[in-house]
T-cell receptor
Framework: DAGVIQSPRHEVTEMGQEVTLRCKPISGHNSLFWYRQTMMRGLELLIYFNNNVPIDDSGMPEDRFSAKMPNASFSTLKIQPSEPRDSAVYFC????????????FGSGTQLSVL | AQKVTQAQTEISVVEKEDVTLDCVYETRDTTYYLFWYKQPPSGELVFLIRRNSFDEQNEISGRYSWNFQKSTSSFNFTITASQVVDSAVYFCALSEEGTNAGKSTFGDGTTLTVKP
């Protein structure tokens, strides 16, 4: 079975550019999560969706960040404009349901903003 | 508010030694869930175990065991006879029922290095 698929694996961009990260959750999973991992702040939950609807976006750092889930098999996290402090590993995860099920993580996107 | 503390930032052991990773949590909910995840050098986090707040039985899975104690708000993880492949960052996480259902708060992780 395919796991959570993220693309790209690595992204290097210049400050001010738009960055779009993509995620395909495991088929049949109802919940999708975007996390950011940095040395300074560890793993932070940015936003999560349940049945394609954003439930909690309180972790989104600022208006430059936006996330969408147009259907059950695809989600994007967009940063516009990007800044060097956005450099991090961004993980997408999915789970079966809304009630504290275990998370299945993708391989992450290593983002470097120069 | 929920919080997870993994006081051990880094642990280094020699192969075949036993090692315990500590996890202390804070929550006001009576119903909650605790998790452990492993992040090997490849980067992808892998689920190890989930435990709900009403189940205080300890669990053993091969060389892995977990000790859940509500009295001390701890959910510690022991690896017996460690192996080099156990080298990874290990995260403890907490998820509450109610308004925070579906969210997990992660500890800062413990980096385990097992030397041959």
């Amino acid at each position: 079975d395919a796991g959570v698929i993220q693309s790209p694996r690595h992204e290097v961009t210049e400050m001010g550019q738009e960055v779009t990260l993509r995620c395909k959750p495991i088929s049949g999973h109802n919940s999708l999560f975007w996390y950011r991992q940095t040395m300074m702040r560890g793993l932070e939950l940015l936003i999560y969706f349940n049945n394609n609807v954003p439930i909690d976006d309180s972790g989104m750092p600022e208006d430059r960040f936006s996330a969408k889930m147009p259907n059950a098999s695809f989600s994007t996290l967009k940063i516009q404009p990007s800044e060097p402090r956005d450099s991090a590993v961004y993980f997408c995860a999915s789970s079966l349901g809304h009630q504290n099920e275990k998370l299945f993580f993708g391989s992450g996107t290593q983002l470097s903003v120069l | 508010a929920q919080k997870v503390t993994q006081a051990q930032t880094e642990i280094s052991v020699v192969e075949k030694e036993d090692v315990t990773l500590d996890c202390v949590y804070e929550t006001r909910d009576t119903t909650y869930y605790l998790f452990w995840y492993k992040q090997p050098p490849s980067g992808e986090l892998v689920f190890l175990i989930r435990r709900n707040s009403f189940d205080e039985q300890n669990e053993i899975s091969g060389r892995y065991s977990w000790n859940f104690q509500k009295s001390t708000s701890s959910f510690n993880f022991t690896i017996t006879a460690s192996q080099v492949v156990d080298s990874a960052v290990y995260f403890c996480a907490l998820s509450e029922e109610g308004t925070n259902a579906g969210k997990s708060t992660f500890g800062d992780g413990t980096t385990l290095t097992v030397k041959p």
